[in-house]
């Protein structure tokens, strides 16, 4: 059942996508984003597709399509380890392959998506053309640490898991999630801890910078990498998450976007690392409520959807 509604999920979303390429050429469509192979979005820890309403890219994958760009939002589990997270999306863009009628997909992962995308362009660098990382911790976050700091087996990390847990579930309820895994939030803990993070570039290291603020390798295996993030966890008064991504910038020593430092968001070519936006900014969360002295999150999706076209993705 849940893999049918995935298969119909994501036959709507070529639907979605046919309807507004039309629409578009009705309205001039410039072209600006239409890119040669489909635009995969993948979300983060407690991420989800849509959920009461709200689109976890808030305004993204519409304001893509506007202007030629084919989108695809996918749906993994909300807390399990990256391994597993990067199977059930490379499950989904096998189908998005032969649905789109295109070989290959540009991914494009926010937070835990990206280590998620980045398992996928390892295990099947032919399907994917480039993957992109918007605010991902590829070195480690320093709030997952802290938390690792709770002793294994004590009564303190259980209470958090089962809290964690529990707001996993509640998402993956009302989402709709098609991922039949259980919540596991020591999983997503382990792979987002600056030790997990390094035993997962040992073995999929393709685009990890070598050093430890600098690039990584532009293209491994016909896949171009890329990453952009944000420094500044204090971004909107009205914002309420600006609250807890502000206490989160404590455990930091260095810039960051209240979960993610600088450095650790590196990956490929570094398109900019210093955004004046917060973890949830990156895409355009709250409801769009972001900093109105930055470029529109959304107006940089725009801009990397056509460095990709130009690039011949």
């Not at 989108?71 to 998005?96: A, D, F, H, K, M």
């Not at 996928?120 to 992109?132: G, I």
């Not at 491994?220 to 600006?242: E, F, H, I």
Request: charged share 15%; with cysteine; hydrophobic share 35%.
């Amino acid at each position: 059942m849940n893999k049918n509604k995935t298969v119909f999920a994501l036959c709507l979303g070529t639907f979605v996508a046919i309807s507004s390429q039309a629409q578009a050429g009705l309205f001039s469509s410039s072209g600006y984003t239409q890119t040669r192979y489909p635009i995969v979005l993948a979300h983060g820890m407690l991420g989800f597709d849509s959920m009461l309403g709200i689109d976890y890219w808030y305004g993204i994958p519409q304001a893509l399509r506007r202007d030629g760009a084919q989108v695809y939002i996918t749906e993994v589990s909300q807390l399990n380890t990256s391994e597993l997270r990067g199977e059930e999306l490379l499950q989904q863009v096998e189908e998005i392959v032969a649905i789109s009628g295109k070989p290959k997909v540009n991914l494009v992962g926010h937070s835990h998506g990206g280590p998620t995308v980045r398992y996928v362009a390892a295990v099947r660098p032919d399907l994917v053309a480039s993957v992109t990382s918007v605010g991902a911790p590829h070195k480690g976050s320093d709030v997952a640490d802290l938390l690792r700091k709770l002793p294994e087996g004590s009564g303190g990390e259980a209470i958090l898991a089962g809290l964690t847990n529990g707001m996993g579930a509640l998402i993956h309820f009302l989402s709709g999630s098609p991922s039949t895994e259980p919540q596991n939030s020591l999983g997503s803990l382990e792979s987002l801890n600056s030790e997990g993070a390094a035993r997962f570039n040992a073995k999929y290291p393709q685009g990890v910078p070598t050093s430890a603020c600098g690039e990584g390798a532009y293209k491994v295996n016909g896949v171009r990498y890329y990453s952009w993030s944000g420094t500044s966890p204090l971004t909107n008064p009205l914002d309420v998450s600006d609250a807890m991504l502000g206490a989160g910038s404590l455990a930091f020593d260095e810039a960051n976007d209240g979960l993610v430092g600088r450095c650790s968001s590196h990956l490929g070519m570094v398109i900019r690392d210093n955004y004046r936006m917060n973890h949830l900014d990156e895409v355009n969360q709250v409801l769009g409520l972001t900093s109105l002295f930055e470029t529109d999150p959304v107006t940089i999706y725009r801009q990397h959807a056509n460095r990709l076209k130009n690039a011949g993705l």
